[in-house]
């Protein structure tokens, strides 16, 4: 059984900061992407940030500039820092892990999201 446990959303003034962490944990035998989401209120789920292991990055023209993805692959743990928080930021983040469990199968995980609140 594989688990993701998401950390660190809250309440920010805009202009704000914060840190979103993901550990994974379980039957794992490796983590290919590791990757941030989000939903907004009425909008469909979108990728804010993804990160494959041997760290390269992207991220969504709305976010780039402002928000670092990172992971450490030692505890199996994705981070996401927002800096220059947006009121539009506002959404429910969700970590997500594309991994290969020790049953051999390959498929992706999700955590169960952590509530950013961005206010003007």
């Known amino acids: 059984q594989v688990q993701l446990v998401e950390s660190g959303g809250g309440l920010v003034q805009a202009g704000g900061s914060l840190r979103l962490s993901c550990a994974v944990s379980?039957?794992?035998?490796?983590?290919?992407?590791m990757g941030w989401y989000r939903q907004a209120p009425g909008k469909q789920r979108e990728l804010v940030a993804s990160i494959i292991s041997g760290g390269s990055t992207s991220y969504a023209d709305s976010v780039e500039g402002r928000f670092t993805i990172s992971r450490d692959n030692a505890k199996n743990t994705v981070y996401l820092q927002m800096n220059s928080l947006k009121p539009e930021d506002t959404a429910v983040y969700y970590c997500?892990?594309?991994?290969?469990?020790?049953?051999?199968?390959?498929?992706?995980?999700w955590g169960q999201g952590t509530q950013v609140t961005v206010s003007s």
């Open positions: 997500s892990a594309n991994l290969i469990s020790t049953a051999f199968v390959r498929r992706d995980y």
């Open positions: 379980g039957r794992i035998l490796s983590i290919n992407v």
